[in-house]
């Protein structure tokens, strides 16, 4: 059974930062790639970023380059987002989600996505 699970939201203020991750258990991310998406109250989901490991790519959105890092621990089979500069606007919830890999024209449609987690709620305080 494929679970991907989130941790590491939470409450911060402007300006401040927050670590996201993603276990996964059932997949292995040398064959699957990982994306995270966030959804804010009454807004559609968003894609914001991608990483794979084969080939080795990382895809993020203009609404978080330059902000946000994904990286990954095959090791630990977990994937990390790390959010720096946080916005109000930044408010959601965070869910992450496997697919076979990430190409920068589909990482951000959410049907391409075959597993996904439960989501964490980042909550961004001005």
């Known amino acids: 059974e494929v679970q991907l699970v989130e941790s590491g939201g939470g409450l911060v203020q402007a300006g401040g930062s927050l670590r996201l991750s993603c276990a996964a258990s059932g997949l292995s991310l040398d064959d699957y790639a990982i994306g995270w998406f966030r959804q804010a109250p009454g807004r559609e989901r968003e894609g914001i970023s991608c990483i794979s490991s084969s080939p080795s790519n990382t895809y993020y959105a203009d609404s978080v380059k330059g902000r946000f890092t994904i990286s990954s621990d095959a090791a630990k089979n977990t994937v990390y987002l790390q959010m720096n500069s946080l916005r109000p606007g930044d408010t959601a919830v965070y869910f992450c989600?496997?697919?076979?890999?990430?190409?920068?024209?589909?990482?951000?449609?959410?049907?391409?996505?075959?597993?996904w987690g439960q989501g964490t709620l980042v909550t961004v305080s001005s």
């Open positions: 989600a496997a697919l076979y890999g990430c190409y920068p024209g589909t990482y951000y449609y959410d049907d391409e996505y075959d597993y």
